[in-house]
């Protein structure tokens, strides 16, 4: 199985402020003949079920604010939320869809400073 | 817009099979993969695997010796059956649709397992 580790565990982050979240996966998503990267990202707020917010590492998914971005290659991802509202308070997972079983990361949590 | 709703007994015994459906409404199951994904309690999120609405079938290797997903595209619905449950599989379960990035996820439901 691709194995999916992520960092920080945790981070408490400004109003305005820069989110940066890292995503590693043990073994490359790329699928180089197409340039394709598989890996997505999530949200999840307390209660609810997790949110699409990225995908091929880099696409918001529609309506997703523009200050989530995403961001990496091969093994190695970002996900950056450029200016963090209070709202963005959520646990982020990433995911790789390369190979199954799909696999996601442990999770990584912001919450508001 | 799709909306997914989860549905089955929150409480299974140990060694009994969890049995759950998920209605589809405001769109159709064609053509699309649906997914099954779950997370136990205060923890991350585990793919147990897709349907397509054909019926072909993709599972998680550690499950897949108990996993029976199932498509009824006369009543939109999908169904996941695991068998054989112990504490482990405690978890809220969610479908979704898409198989391998998920764009609409139900509500989830919450299945315990008791000894």
């Known amino acids: 199985d691709i194995v999916m580790t992520q960092s920080p565990d945790s981070l408490a982050v400004s109003l305005g402020e820069r989110a940066t979240i890292n995503c590693k996966s043990s073994?490359?998503?790329?699928?180089?003949?197409?340039?394709?990267?598989?890996l997505a990202w999530y949200q999840q707020k307390s209660g609810q079920p997790p949110k699409l917010l990225i995908y091929?590492?880099?696409t918001r998914e529609s309506g997703v604010p523009d200050r989530f971005s995403g961001s990496g290659s091969g093994t190695d991802f970002t996900l950056t939320i450029s200016s963090l509202q209070a709202e963005d308070v959520a646990v982020y997972y990433c995911q790789q869809y390369y190979r199954t079983p799909f696999t996601f990361g442990p999770g990584t949590t912001v919450d508001m400073k | 817009q799709v909306q997914l709703q989860e549905s089955g007994p929150g409480l299974v015994k140990a060694s009994e099979t969890l049995s759950l459906t998920c209605v589809v409404s405001?769109?159709?199951?064609?053509?699309?993969?649906w997914s099954w994904i779950r997370q136990p309690p205060g923890k991350g999120l585990e793919w147990i695997g897709y349907v397509h609405y054909s019926g072909s079938t993709t599972y998680n290797p550690s499950l897949k010796s108990r996993v029976t997903m199932l498509v009824d595209t006369s009543k939109n619905q999908i169904s996941l059956k695991l068998t054989s449950v112990t504490a482990a599989d405690t978890a809220v379960y969610y479908c979704?649709?898409?198989?391998?990035?998920?764009?609409?996820w139900g509500k989830g439901t919450t299945v315990s397992v008791s000894s």
């Open positions: 091929w590492a880099s």
């Open positions: 073994q490359s998503v790329l699928y180089s003949s197409h340039n394709i990267t598989y």
């Open positions: 405001g769109g159709s199951i064609n053509p699309y993969y």
């Open positions: 979704a649709r898409g198989g391998a990035t998920m764009d609409v």
